[in-house]
Nanobody, 125 residues
Framework: QVHLVESGGGLVQAGDSLRLSCAAS????????MGWFRQAPGKEREFVAA????????YDADSVKGRFTISRDNAKNTVYLQMNSLKPEDTAVYYC??????????????????WGQGTQLTVSS
């Protein structure tokens, strides 16, 4: 069982930066692919970014490419999402997710077994 706790959300203005954190309880954290997803009101949960267990490979959605960066610190059992040049359309609840090893599809929510409770990000224009 893996317990995930996100933090770092809040209310910011367009153009601002913010970093989300996700602390994991996994004993072998480096064995888990970690992902960030988001869900805006009335919309489906969508992929944002993911990172391999070692941290050597990252994946980004086109909508955040060049603005968001995912990283992880395996010594701290934590994954981060650095978000720059935030836009109002980034407003959503952001979820951290984990899956053991490498999923068949890195971007599909159903391939992740563990989820955090989510943290709200609101970007005002």
């Amino acid at each position: 069982q893996v317990h995930l706790v996100e933090s770092g959300g809040g209310l910011v203005q367009a153009g601002d930066s913010l970093r989300l954190s996700c602390a994991a309880s996994a004993r072998t954290f480096s064995s888990y692919t970690m992902g960030w997803f988001r869900q805006a009101p009335g919309k489906e949960r969508e992929f944002v970014a993911a990172i391999s267990g070692s941290g050597s490979t990252t994946y980004d959605a086109d909508s955040v490419k060049g603005r968001f960066t995912i990283s992880r610190d395996n010594a701290k059992n934590t994954v981060y999402l650095q978000m720059n040049s935030l836009k109002p359309e980034d407003t959503a609840v952001y979820y951290c997710a984990a899956v053991y090893r490498v999923p068949s599809s890195i971007s599909h929510p159903r391939n992740y077994n563990y989820w955090g409770q989510g943290t709200q990000l609101t970007v005002s224009s």
